[in-house]
Structures are given as structure tokens and as C-alpha cells.
């Protein structure tokens, strides 16, 4: 990605964390990114288009955790290890979501005001409510094969019931073993989230719940 494209990502991201969409302006972006506003207007063609590629900005950084989740184990037998890496994917998902507005938005589809609209369906970068938790089905299925895609579902919606219903705490590894004996799967060690990205501070108006 251009340095000047990914300082523009960077400064938006910035900016969504301490206003709401509406209230952030782009010349103040530009400005926090070091480029012209015309620059800003060529990379993205305006506000709308910036806001687009923050929300293809939080699908792909989340998917990234996902990935980082479903990665093998060095020392863990095999069933141990499909059982501990679906519950990383499930603790991501729940920690992405309760502290990225636009992820908790692309998993649940409940798109507020003060978060940047999505694309438009019918478009090629359209995402309908869905599509993310499907596709994270689909990679784990591949990455954990021959575990049942079936599986793989149940952890990502058992994940998403923490997001749209939270209880008083994020899932932990008392949450996590409880999600491995409905899965029927023998539970190996406590499964740690991955690492990934550093998280932004909730968006004041649209993250805090």
C-alpha cells in the first residue's frame, strides 16, 4: 500500500476513535497524514471513498487476526489443536468487535451514524450482514481440514452471540473450555487470542456499549 495511502487510513482511523464520521473533516486528515487535501481527494475521491476503505481497512485486519488464530500450534495433537485454535477465533472475534465499531458493525450489520456508511450493495465492495462470519467459517474449515465446516460455524456463532448479547466479561479460558465441550472436541491448553494489530480505543460515540 502507498506510504501516502496508508498515512491517510491511519490519520481517519485516528479521527473516527475521537468523533463521529460526520464531525471529522478532511482537511483535518490530510493535514495529520502530511499530504494535501487534493492528494486525499485523488487517493480516495472524497469522504465517501475514504470511508469505504476504512471499512475494507477493519474486514481485512480482522480477517488478519483470524488468520493468526487458525495458525497451527507447534507442540499441540491434532484434535487438542483444532479445538484451541477455534476458540482463539472465537476470543478475537469478541475482542475485535467490542473494541472496533466497524468490525462489530461488519459482523452484526448495525451500521450508526457515526460510523462511516458502507459500501453500497450491489457494488463489488459491498459486505452484507454475513458475509464476514461466512467467510471466517469457510477459513477455518480449510485451515483446521478435515474438521466439519459445520464446527467451525457453531464457534463463529457462539463468538458472535458474545457481541451482539455481551456479558460482564470478554470470553476467557473459563468461556473458552465451554465452548469446546459443545463443540464435543477434547480441550487441549487454554487457547490464547493472537497477538495482532494493536486495537484503537473505542469510538467514543458509536464503540462504547
Known amino acids: 500500500m502507498p506510504a501516502g495511502r496508508e498515512a491517510l487510513l491511519r490519520a481517519a482511523g ?53 488468520d493468526r488464530a487458525l495458525a497451527p500450534g507447534p507442540l499441540c ?15 478475537w472475534t469478541v475482542r475485535a468487535a467490542r473494541t472496533r ?3 462489530r458493525a461488519l459482523l452484526t450489520g448495525g451500521w450508526e451514524p457515526a460510523l462511516p456508511a458502507p459500501p453500497p450493495p450491489g457494488t463489488r465492495q459491498a459486505l452484507a450482514p454475513g458475509d464476514l462470519a461466512r467467510t471466517v467459517r469457510d477459513r ?23 457481541v451482539i448479547a ?7 479460558d473459563r468461556a473458552a473450555a465451554e465452548l469446546l465441550r459443545l463443540l464435543g472436541v477434547p480441550a487441549g491448553p487454554p487457547a490464547q487470542a493472537p497477538p495482532g494489530p494493536r486495537l484503537s480505543a ?7 456499549r
Open 140 to 162: 477455518a474449515a480449510a485451515a483446521l481440514s478435515p474438521e466439519p465446516a459445520w464446527r467451525c460455524e457453531l464457534a463463529v456463532r457462539l463468538a458472535l452471540s458474545y
Open 77 to 91: 495433537a491434532a484434535d487438542a489443536d483444532a479445538a484451541g485454535r477455534l476458540a482463539a477465533v472465537a476470543e
Open 14 to 66: 485516528a479521527a473516527l476513535s475521537a468523533r463521529p464520521w460526520p464531525a471529522v473533516r478532511m482537511v483535518e486528515v490530510a493535514a495529520a497524514a502530511g499530504v494535501s487535501r487534493q492528494t486525499l481527494y485523488n487517493e480516495f475521491g472524497g469522504k465517501d471513498g475514504l470511508g469505504r476503505a476504512l471499512v475494507r481497512r477493519a474486514a481485512e485486519e480482522y480477517l488478519d487476526g483470524v
Open 202 to 208: 473505542p469510538n467514543r460515540t458509536a464503540g462504547a
Open 101 to 103: 465499531p466497524l468490525v
Open 166 to 172: 455481551p456479558g460482564e466479561d470478554a470470553i476467557g
